[in-house]
């Protein structure tokens, strides 16, 4: 029967005779990628990314005016949100 102890002494060793002998090739440097300036409502602070569920024909119905209309969600969204906003702040004034 072998000695455990020793079989693992064997294998540390060799483990260490192994990781002695490989090279290290340095730091790897990997290829520059172009980064083009930062640009649209994404990086802009006067933006902020929201969500909401909506049926699913609805949207596809809200997509297929837009591509007619050549406006994107957002500008519709934020339109519809400042006419719901401005009908408050005129139901206030009238209340």
């Known amino acids: 029967m072998h000695d455990t102890s020793s079989m693992f002494d064997k294998l540390a060793q060799k483990r260490e005779k192994i ?3 490989v090279i290290d090739p340095g730091p790897k440097t990997e290829p520059k990628k172009h980064q083009r300036k930062a640009t649209g409502k994404r990086s802009d602070p ?3 990314q ?4 909506i049926p699913i ?3 596809k119905c809200v997509k297929r005016q837009l591509v007619d209309t050549d406006k994107d969600f ?7 949100l400042e006419q719901w906003v401005h009908s408050k702040s005129i139901n206030r004034l009238i209340d």
């Open 46 to 48: 006067n933006y902020i």
């Open 57 to 59: 024909e609805l949207n």
């Open 50 to 53: 929201v969500g909401a569920y």
């Open 19 to 21: 990781a002695k002998s």
């Open 74 to 80: 957002s500008e519709l969204v934020a339109e519809l």
